[in-house]
C-alpha cells in the first residue's frame, strides 16, 4: 500500500454482498449454523491463499488472527451469518471504521431506491441472526425495507439517541419492526453495519481516487497499473509464475505496438488467442507497462487495469432499464419485442422472454434493416455488464463517479470465448455511434480512454465466428517461443556443473517441444531447479560410486547427510541417460500443465476421445463447413486447447483452414494426457516422431470413411 493516510473505509475493496438465494425467495442452508433451523446463505469470502503464520498476525481491533483475513462485506457477512448470538462475537476493523464513519455524518442518504433481489435475501439473513424469535413467531416472515426507509430509521434513531433509547439498537429494533433483539451488543452492532452498507452512501469520494487509495500494490506492481480484479489469488500466483524475460516474439511486439495505439486498425480492441500455458493472459495484462512504455510521464496510478474471468454467467445478464437509456436502445427493446411477438412456438420455447442477450443476437442476426439500433442495446447491455462487475468488486459508496480519471483504462476479458455476446458488443465497429467504448461517459467516465483486451483458449477460427465485424478483425495468436528456456536458465546462478546436463535435456525431443510453450518451459526450469537442490551429477561414474561408498562408511555425520541428501545422478557426458532422465520432468510438468488449462475437469480417456472425434469430424466435413467444424460438439475440441485452427485468405478470393495439433499437445497425449510418461523416457531414435505418427495413424485408420487402412 502507499504511505498516504489510512481512509476510515480503506479496508472494503472486494465486498460480494449479494448471497445467492433460492427461486422460492427462503435462502439456502449456511454451514455451520450451530444446528439453527433459520436458514441461512453460505457465502465464500476471498481469502488470500498465500497467507501463512495467520497466529502471527492478529487484529489489534480484535486479538483474533483470522479477522484481518476478512475486512470486506463479504468476509464480514460470513463471519456474522456463522456467529453463535449467545457466544463471543469479535468485531472486524472493517465493522469499527464504518460505525466511526458514519456516527460522524449528520445525515444519512440512501444509495438507491430498491434493493436487488440478492440484497433483499440477504437483509433477511442479517434479521434471521438478530431476531430472538419466541415459539409463536418461529415461521413468521421477515420484511426486508427499503433502502430510503433505512436510512431514514438511522437519521431518527441518531437524532433521538438518548440511555433509554441507545442508537443502535432503537435502530435495528425499527428495521425489524419493533421485534425482539438478540442480546448481544457486538452482533447487534455488526448487522447495523452491514444494513448500513447495503442501504446508504456512507462516503462521497472519487472512484478513481477509491480505486487508488484501495489498490493492493504488491498485487498490482507487476501489471504497472492500478488494478480491479476480482481474481487476486490467481493473479497474485500469476505475477509470481516464473521470471519475467525479454520477450522480443513477433505477438509480443504486435501486442505492445497495439498497446501504445500504433496500430492502424482495432485500437479500441485487441483478441489473444492461443493454447492454454501460450502466455496470452499474462501478455494482456502488460498492456499497461507497454502503454506507459511509450508515455514515460505517467506513474502507475495514472493508469488501470481491470481483469475479469469471464463465464457462462454473463450470457443472462440483461437490465430492462438499459432499454430506456436513449432512443437507440428504446428503438431496439421494441423491435425485440414485435420480432418475438411474431415469431412461433418452437422459438419462445427456446427463448422465455424477449429480454435475454440470447434473442438479441437471434434478433440481430435476421434482422436486415436495424442492425445499428440492436447493436446499440448489445453494446449498451455489456457496458452495464462490465459496469455491474466493476461496482461489484470495488463498491464505491458514490458509484463510478470520478473527477481525477485515469489516462487509460485496459479491461482485460479473459475466457472470453465461454460468452459470445459479450467478445461481439466489444468488437463494434469503432467508427460507429453504438460501439461500446462511447459508452463511458457521464456517471462511467472513468478514464480518457477505454481499451479492451479479449484473451482465450479459442482459436482465431472461434474469434471469427464471434466477432459482429469481421471487416475490422484482427486477431494475435500466441505461438510456441523456442528461446523462452534458454533465457529462463541464465536466471539459474545455480547450474554451475549442471550446464552439460541442461543441454542434454533438450536433446529429448518430448522436453524440447514441451518447453515451447510458456508455461510447461516455466514448470519445467522450476522442476530442474528443484532436481538440481537433490542431486550431483558426476563426471566419472566410477569416482563417484566409490565416493559414496566411502561417505556412507566414514565417520562424519555431515559428510554422512549430504551425500543422503544429494543422490549421485548420472555422468553429465552420457547423453542417452540425459536423454531418459529428461521424460521424467515431462511427466511432471505434463501433470502439472494439465491442472492448469482446458482439459482440467477431463479424464484421459475423454480427452483421447475429444481428439479422435475431432479429426473424424475434420475428414468427414465440407469445405464450407470447415470453419466451424466442431460448433455441434459437447465439448468443443478448440476450447479445450486439444486442437488447434487456423483460416489464411488466399488470392483467389477463397479461405484456407488448418487443423493442427500444438507441440505441448502432442506431448500432453504421449504422457496419456498427464496418465503416465509412456513414451517421454524412451531413448529408441524418433521417438517422438515415432509416437506421433502411429498416434495419428491410429486415429486415421479408426475414424476414416475409407477401409484401407492408412
Known amino acids: ?64 488472527p483470522n479477522v484481518e483475513l476478512h475486512e470486506t462485506f ?84 441518531k437524532t433521538n439517541a438518548s440511555e433509554e433509547n441507545p442508537l443502535i439498537p432503537t435502530f435495528l429494533k425499527r428495521c425489524l419492526q419493533r421485534k425482539r433483539l438478540a442480546e448481544n451488543g457486538t452482533v447487534l452492532t455488526c448487522a447495523a453495519a452491514l444494513l448500513l452498507d447495503l442501504s446508504c452512501t456512507i462516503d462521497d469520494c472519487c472512484f478513481c481516487e477509491y480505486v487508488r487509495k484501495n489498490c493492493k500494490k504488491e498485487v498490482a506492481t507487476p501489471f504497472g497499473s492500478c488494478l480491479i480484479t476480482e481474481d487476486e489469488a490467481e493473479l497474485r500466483q500469476l505475477s509470481c509464475f516464473g521470471d519475467y524475460v525479454f520477450d522480443e516474439s513477433r505477438e509480443i511486439i504486435d501486442i505492445k505496438n497495439w498497446a501504445r495505439g500504433e496500430w492502424e486498425r482495432s485500437t479500441h480492441t485487441l483478441s489473444i488467442g492461443g493454447e492454454s500455458g501460450s502466455g496470452k493472459t499474462r501478455a494482456a495484462l502488460q498492456c499497461a507497462n507497454f502503454y506507459r512504455g511509450k508515455h514515460t510521464e505517467l506513474k502507475q496510478d495514472d493508469v488501470l487495469t481491470v481483469y475479469i474471468k469471464v463465464s457462462a454467467e454473463g450470457t443472462k445478464h440483461w437490465n430492462e432499464h438499459v432499454e430506456e437509456k436513449d432512443e437507440e436502445t428504446k428503438k431496439g427493446a421494441k423491435i425485440m419485442r414485435v420480432m418475438y411477438e411474431q415469431n412461433d412456438a418452437e422459438c419462445k420455447s427456446r427463448h422465455v422472454t424477449y429480454q435475454s442477450t440470447a434473442f438479441l443476437e437471434e434478433c440481430i442476426k435476421n434482422s436486415a434493416t436495424d442492425g445499428v439500433a440492436l447493436r446499440k442495446l448489445r453494446a449498451a447491455q455489456c457496458h452495464d455488464w462490465v459496469c455491474s462487475v466493476i461496482n461489484q468488486i470495488v463498491r464505491c459508496p458514490s458509484g463510478m463517479k470520478s473527477k481525477n480519471k485515469f489516462k487509460a483504462a485496459f479491461i482485460v476479458l479473459d475466457e472470453i470465448g ?36 479479449c484473451a482465450t483458449t479459442a482459436s482465431e477460427s472461434l474469434f471469427r465466428d464471434m466477432c459482429s465485424t469481421p471487416g475490422t478483425f484482427y486477431a494475435i495468436t500466441m505461438k510456441p517461443w523456442l528461446n523462452l528456456y534458454e533465457k529462463l536458465l541464465l536466471n539459474l546462478i545455480e547450474i554451475n556443473n549442471f550446464s552439460a546436463v541442461l543441454k542434454h535435456l533438450q536433446k529429448n525431443i518430448f522436453f524440447d517441444k514441451l518447453v515451447q510453450n510458456r508455461r510447461c518451459c516455466v514448470l519445467a526450469v522450476k522442476n530442474i531447479r528443484t532436481l538440481m537442490s537433490t542431486v550431483n551429477p558426476a563426471s566419472s561414474t566410477a569416482a563417484a ?13 555431515e559428510e554422512m547427510s549430504e551425500v543422503k ?146
Open 1 to 64: 500500500m502507499s504511505d498516504t493516510p489510512s481512509h476510515p473505509l480503506k479496508k472494503r475493496q472486494r465486498e460480494e454482498r449479494s448471497p445467492e438465494a433460492n427461486t422460492d425467495g427462503t435462502n439456502a442452508q449456511i454451514s455451520g449454523d450451530g444446528g439453527s433451523s433459520t436458514k441461512r446463505v453460505k457465502i465464500t469470502p476471498d481469502v488470500p491463499t498465500d497467507v501463512t503464520n495467520a497466529e502471527q498476525n492478529a487484529s489489534p481491533v480484535t486479538e483474533d
Open 74 to 157: 463479504a468476509g464480514t457477512l460470513k463471519s456474522f451469518l456463522e456467529a453463535v448470538v449467545a457466544g463471543d462475537f469479535k468485531l472486524t476493523p472493517w465493522v469499527d471504521n464504518l460505525m466511526n464513519t458514519v456516527k460522524e455524518k449528520e445525515e444519512l442518504v440512501a444509495k438507491k431506491k430498491e434493493f436487488t433481489t440478492e440484497e433483499k435475501n440477504t437483509i433477511r439473513s442479517i434479521f434471521n441472526v438478530i431476531w430472538k424469535r419466541d415459539e409463536a413467531e418461529k415461521e413468521d416472515p421477515v420484511e426486508a425495507r427499503t433502502p430510503g426507509v433505512i436510512a431514514a430509521v438511522w437519521n431518527e434513531a
Open 418 to 453: 465461454s460468452c459470445p455476446w459479450i467478445y461481439k458488443a466489444v468488437n463494434g465497429v469503432s467508427t460507429d455511434r453504438e460501439y461500446i467504448s462511447k459508452c463511458f461517459r457521464g456517471d462511467t467516465s472513468f478514464a480518457e480512454e477505454v481499451r479492451f483486451v
Open 545 to 557: 560410486m566409490n565416493a559414496r561408498f566411502k561417505a556412507l562408511k566414514g565417520e562424519n555425520k
Open 565 to 710: 541428501r544429494r543422490q549421485t545422478l548420472f555422468n553429465p557426458l552420457d547423453e542417452e541417460s540425459a536423454y531418459a532422465v529428461a521424460g521424467f520432468p515431462v511427466g511432471v510438468v505434463a501433470a502439472e500443465f494439465k491442472t492448469l488449462n482446458g482439459t482440467a475437469g477431463l479424464n484421459a480417456a475423454e480427452a483421447q476421445t475429444i481428439v479422435a472425434k475431432g479429426i473424424r469430424a475434420f475428414l468427414c466435413c465440407e469445405g464450407k463447413e470447415l470453419e466451424n467444424v466442431f460448433s455441434g460438439f459437447p465439448k468443443n475440441p478448440l476450447e479445450h486447447g486439444l486442437l488447434d485452427c487456423r483460416t489464411e485468405p488466399q488470392k483467389d478470393g477463397t479461405r484456407r483452414v488448418t487443423i493442427s495439433v500444438s507441440a505441448s499437445q502432442q506431448v500432453m497425449a504421449a504422457t496419456a494426457y498427464s496418465g503416465g510418461a509412456i513414451f517421454t523416457c524412451s531413448v529408441s531414435s524418433g521417438a517422438f516422431e515415432t509416437f506421433s505418427t502411429s498416434l495419428l495413424s491410429t486415429y486415421l485408420s479408426g475414424y476414416s470413411n475409407s477401409k484401407t487402412q492408412i
